[in-house]
């Protein structure tokens, strides 16, 4: 597990690398058609993101419920405090 110190500047990494490549969709997008389209390219980029956002409800109702890597290649690995504690008394 990484330490907390660690995780801070692993997260400003991701949060600024998101934002380069969120910031250079918009140019992308108006760059693959041409210029008396320009609406219609931001509107499918909007769209096409908004549409993601959409099925992501549908096809996760319930994301809290997605098992982890660890849980579904190490099920009989985990182990909770209760069990550790069991095990140390015997």
Same mark, same amino acid.
């Given at each position: ?28 997008? /108006?760059?693959?058609? *041409? @210029? ?8 499918? =980029?909007?769209?096409?993101? %908004? ?6 409800g549908? /096809?996760f109702?319930? *994301? @809290? ?8 290649? =190490?099920?009989?690995?985990? %182990?909770?405090e ?9």
């Open positions: 597990m990484i330490s907390v110190g660690a995780q801070i500047p692993i997260i400003l990494l991701i949060v600024a690398a998101f934002s380069l490549i969120v910031n250079g969709a918009i140019p992308f997008a /108006l760059g693959l058609v *041409p @210029q008396r389209w320009a609406g219609l390219g931001i509107g499918m =980029y909007f769209g096409g993101f %908004t549409l993601a956002m959409s099925l992501f549908v /096809l109702p319930q *994301p @809290q419920a997605i098992r982890d890597f660890q849980e579904i290649n =190490y099920p009989k690995k985990r %182990t909770t209760a069990q550790r504690t069991q095990r140390e008394k015997k």
